[in-house]
Every structure is written in C-alpha cells, then in structure tokens.
C-alpha cells in the first residue's frame, strides 16, 4: 500500500542526510500515483497535492522520525475532511410532502437506492411513496413496482406514455392528499450530454420543487466522474450523492472526484443488492479505503 | 499536443495525462510514455506530432487486431454466457447481440437465467420481443443452472444455431455467487462438450480501474473469451481494457454505443485508440 512505497522513499531519500522540500516532492509522486490508481480523477489529485503540500514540506514531516507516517496522516485527514463535514439525512420540507428525486448514469443503481431509501425512511417512522417516473427503460416500472411489493410501500405509476414531469406532479399531488409524506421519485439513467434528457430532469424539477436532488454515483466509476458530476450539477441543484456497489472490492475515488467537483456530501452509501443495504457515508472510513 | 514545436518533458507529462484521463491507469500510462520514449531515442525522432502516433500504435499492438468475431459457427446451437457485475449492461447487450444474430440469418434463443433481480426476466423478455427470439423461462427466485439446463434444451429441440444465457449481475468478490456462476457454466458443459462457446464479460466503459479485478476473477471463475465494452456512447473512453487485454489477454469483441437495438458493434482498435486521444 501507500505507506510501504513512502517507507521506501524517505528511507532512500533519508540515507544522503536530513530531508529536503524536493524529497517530500518526490514522496508526494507516490500519493499521487496512489490516488489516481484509486481513480481519484488526474485533475482533482493535482490540486489536493497542492493542497497538502505546504503541510508536508513543514517541519513536521522534514525533521520528523518517521516522515512517511507524517505524510499519510497529512493525506489521510485532508482526504476525510474533504469528504466529510455532513449527515446522512434526508431534508423535510416545511410543508410535507418532502420530494426525493435520484438522478444519475444508466445502471448506477437508482431504481434499488430509491426502494432501499423508502425503507430507511419507513424505518425512521415516515410514510413513503415511491414513483415510477423512468418510462424508457424495458420494465423499469415493473423492477419498482416488485420492490415496492417486497417493501409493501406504495409505488406510483402511471405507465409508459406520460411524460416524466407529470407523473412527478400527479404523485405529488397524491401524496398530499393521502397522507405520504416522502416522494422518492426514481428517473431514468441518462448521459449527461444528452441534452432532451437533461431538460427533463430540469422539467420534473421544476414540477416538483425536490428537496433533495441525490446524483446516485457507482463506487467504480474511474476518471469520467468529473464530467458527470460537473454536468448534472449544472443541470440541477444537487443536494446530496449516493455512492453505490461500495460491498465491492473498488478504492472508490470517485467519491472524491465527485465531492470536489459539486461540493455536495456524499448522504448514502449502497452495501449491497439486498433492500436494507442503504448505509451512512462515513469519510474516514472513505479515506482509508481511496488509500488502500 | 498538436502544435508542438520540440519535444520536451512537458510533452511526454501531456500524453501520460491524455492516457490517464481515458482511464488507461497511472501505471500503464507511465510504462506506455517510459516505451515511448525509448522509441523516440532509438528512432531519433525529432517531430513532436509523431509521438503521438508512434503512442497509438503501441496501444493497438496491445490491443491485437481482428478480435471482434464470435464463435458462433461451429457447434450448434453455439452457447453465449454473458457475465459481469451489476448494472453494466449485460441484458440489453444480449437484446442487441440477439438482433445482430438475427440480421445475419441466425436463429437465436434467450435464457432468463437472472432469477433473482426484480423483473430481470421481464426485461429480458421485452428485449426478446424487440428483437423477435424467444426466451426459456422459470419462475422467480428458481435455480439459475435450472434455467441454463432447459434453455440449451429448448435450443437443441428447436434447432436454434445460438443460444444466449443472461445471468444475474454480481460483484467478483461475493464468493458464493461466482460459485452459483460456475455451477452455470458446469451445467451447460455437461450438457454440451464444449459449451458455453463463448463467455462474455460486459465491462461498463465509465469503470475506472476496478475492471481489471472484475476481469480477473471472472476469468478465473469460468474462463472470460471475450469483452463487451458497454456506454461508450458517453464521455467515458474505457481506456482499461488496454490492462484488460495486456494483463489477461482477453480481446475485446465488441462495444455498445446507446440503449437501442442497433447499437452494437463489433470492436476497432484503431477507432478505439484514436477517440482516446481525442
Ligand atoms: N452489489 C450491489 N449491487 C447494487 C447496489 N445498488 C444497486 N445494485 C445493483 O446494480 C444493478 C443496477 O441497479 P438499478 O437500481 O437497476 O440501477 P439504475 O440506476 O436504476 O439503472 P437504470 O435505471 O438502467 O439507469 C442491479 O443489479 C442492482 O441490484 C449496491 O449497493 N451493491
Ligand atoms: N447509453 C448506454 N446505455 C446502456 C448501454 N448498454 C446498456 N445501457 C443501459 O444501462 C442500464 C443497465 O442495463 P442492463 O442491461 O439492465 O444491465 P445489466 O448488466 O443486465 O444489469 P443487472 O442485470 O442488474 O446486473 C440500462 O439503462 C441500459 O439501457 C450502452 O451501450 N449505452
Ligand atoms: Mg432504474
Ligand atoms: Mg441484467
């Protein structure tokens, strides 16, 4: 891992006497290397370098015994508090119903975070109304309607030919008047750059008025987070991400890339396929795991 | 990197950054410029805008020429397994490939082996529909292998020339699913000598370098023939299979470029290669 490779440069660095400015630079090509092999985007590792740089040239780390260590605390701490600093909770709105809407790429897993959201919020004594608003993909609507079965909650549909936007509104409106008061709205995947489909997005928004936008993100996801996550926030005021498949074995760096391109926290993290498997985003634990 | 006048370090960080971005890895990157620069001494190349294609070229030796055929031709019905993780487009790839058998004047049967996702085998089954195949179904929450077995069945009673098994997507590291998957592959290969003809790994071009692990576990599992690189319709380059194919030699056959039918197609290396530096 991180540490062993830094072991090893201090120790040759160390061996011709006291450490330099230019040793920690050549310790900070390690990290470099570590964070982008975790597909932490080229981009975002060059300024959180940058970042930490003035700390790990101090004396700290160059009169320090054990530099390597020094370092790894360095990046270990800057990397949870850049992803940090937020709670795993879904906003109220003042008058319910409180509107959810999941947004993200083609099989992120938002049809399975929005059941496994419904199920946390009726874990926390709320009355959840689930809503079939992706008319595209081949049974979509099916794959929540089975979900909600197996939640025994409520899943809004009203099949293939109406228009996202006024689905959403005709949920809502139900919603009110029944007594729901959360509308977790599950949306078809879609590419950032497709414009019509990013109109939607902003069309059921607008409809609406969510209180919380969650861009849902696969943990594996590699360099292209930037673009993704920069778009969609463009498109939309982003509340929250949810990071997806984090049970898998992937460093996750697009977590990173994905905090520092929107500035929005990471809410939730998917543990697995099962319906309960909706967890707190915990950035320490982020941290080590980018670190391997 | 076009409008360079010498070549200078600036030059070579530029292009390790081009492959970076494209998901290629920091590691192959690295060795890939370190050979390029090699090249450029021993060649004495002088021109800047020849690194890059002298760059290019290496990454399509890696990748191999003319990997995109399937083997569809020799057994009957020639069996298709297609394998990969969660969400990266295994079923609608079987809808396209079932289509592209189709156009080329095969017949072609579905297997809903996916009994455990919610409306997996509806899914399958519209896109049997859009494509016009049948699909071999059981009930839900039945034993995958089960489903395998009866559509290689079905497929040899209907005198089908290729039958396609989707299977339920699954993270490599969850033991106990790459085991279901194996069982898969044992069932058809009791049933027919030499099946499945081809095992397809659908890679999600958005992956950054978890695909590599992916890669190697399935591989190990139950033997990958071939990659499928799925979305490249986006932003995403997909640069990984370049470790994909270097480190486990798996060609890759073919890419999927949109939602619809039509949009698969069999893999160009000298395409792939040049919209990466693009
Ligand atoms: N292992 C694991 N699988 C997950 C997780 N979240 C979702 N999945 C799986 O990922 C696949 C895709 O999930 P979906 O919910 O259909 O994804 P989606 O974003 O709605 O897909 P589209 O609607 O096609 O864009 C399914 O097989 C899910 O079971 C997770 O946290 N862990
Ligand atoms: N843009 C684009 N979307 C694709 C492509 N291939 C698949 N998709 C989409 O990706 C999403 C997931 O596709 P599926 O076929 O359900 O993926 P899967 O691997 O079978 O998923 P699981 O069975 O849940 O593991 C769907 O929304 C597809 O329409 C592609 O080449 N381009
Ligand atoms: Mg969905
Ligand atoms: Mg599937």
């Not at chain 1, 929005?264 to 915990?282: N, Q, S, T």
Request: hydrophobic share 45%.
């Amino acid at each position: 891992g991180l540490a062993e490779k830094l072991q090893e440069t201090f120790k040759k660095l160390r061996g011709k006497g006291r450490l330099t400015e230019e040793d920690v630079d050549q310790a900070l090509k390690e990290v470099r290397r570590a964070l982008i092999g975790a597909d932490v985007n080229f981009m975002v590792v060059k300024d959180f370098i940058a970042r930490i740089r003035e700390r790990a040239v101090g004396s700290d780390v160059l009169q320090s015994l054990t530099p390597a260590q020094q370092v790894i605390k360095i990046v270990r701490d800057e990397l949870a508090a850049l992803m940090g600093g937020s709670q795993s909770k879904i906003a109220t709105a003042s008058t319910p119903p409180t509107v959810v809407m999941l947004v993200g790429l083609h099989g992120a897993g938002k049809t399975t975070s929005a059941a496994k959201l419904a199920n946390l919020l009726r874990r926390q004594g709320r009355r959840p109304m689930l809503v079939a608003a992706d008319v595209y993909r081949p049974a979509a609507i099916k794959q929540l309607q089975v979900l909600g079965e197996q939640l025994s909650l409520p899943v809004f549909s009203m099949g293939e030919s109406v228009a996202p936007p006024d689905i959403a509104r005709a949920a809502v409106e139900k919603a009110r008047r029944e007594g729901h008061d959360m509308v977790i709205i599950d949306t078809a995947g879609r590419l950032h750059i497709d414009d019509e489909l990013m109109n939607e997005l902003e069309e059921i928004a607008s409809a609406v008025r969510p209180n919380e936008i969650l861009l849902v993100v696969d943990a594996m996801t590699g360099q292209d987070a930037v673009n993704v996550a920069s778009a969609f926030n463009e498109r939309l005021a982003l509340t929250g991400v949810i990071l997806t498949k984090l049970d898998g074995d992937t460093r996750g760096g697009a977590a990173l890339s994905v905090k520092a391109l929107t500035g929005c926290p990471v809410k939730f993290a998917g543990m697995g396929e099962k319906l309960d498997a909706l967890e707190a985003f915990h950035p320490e634990r982020m941290a080590d795991r980018i670190l391997g | 990197i076009t409008g360079r006048k010498v070549i200078d370090e600036s030059l070579y960080e530029e292009l390790e950054e081009v492959l970076i971005q494209g998901d290629v890895g920091i590691d192959a990157a690295l060795e890939l410029v370190e050979k390029l620069r090699e090249e450029v001494k021993k060649r004495r190349v002088d021109e800047p805008g020849e690194l890059r294609r002298l760059l290019q070229e290496q990454i399509r030796q890696i990748l191999g020429e003319d990997t995109a055929g399937l083997r569809v031709d020799e057994a009957r019905p020639a069996v298709i397994m297609v394998v990969g993780v969660n969400g990266v487009g295994k079923t609608t790839t079987i809808g396209k490939l079932a289509y592209h058998f189709k156009r080329s004047g095969k017949s072609v049967i579905l297997g809903a082996s996916d009994t455990f996702r919610a409306a997996a085998v509806e899914q399958l089954e519209a896109w049997g529909n859009r494509a016009g195949v049948p699909v071999i179904k059981h009930s839900a929450g039945a034993d995958p292998a089960a489903v395998a077995y009866d559509s290689l069945q079905a497929a040899r009673a209907r005198k089908m020339d290729v039958l396609i098994v989707d299977t339920a997507g699954r993270l490599h590291t969850k033991k106990n699913l790459m085991e279901e998957l194996k069982k898969i592959h044992r069932v058809l290969g009791r049933e027919m000598p030499g099946a499945p003809h081809e095992v397809l790994l659908v890679l999600d071009a958005t992956t950054g370098q978890n695909a590599v692990n992916q890669a190697r576990l399935f591989k190990d599992a139950v033997g990958v023939t071939g990659v499928i690189l799925t979305k490249l319709d986006g932003t995403a380059k997909g640069g990984v299979v370049v470790a994909v194919k270097r480190e486990l030699d798996i060609p890759i056959k073919m890419i999927g470029i949109g939602e619809g039918l039509e949009d698969l197609r069999p893999f160009n290396a000298a395409e792939f290669v040049a919209a990466l530096f693009q």
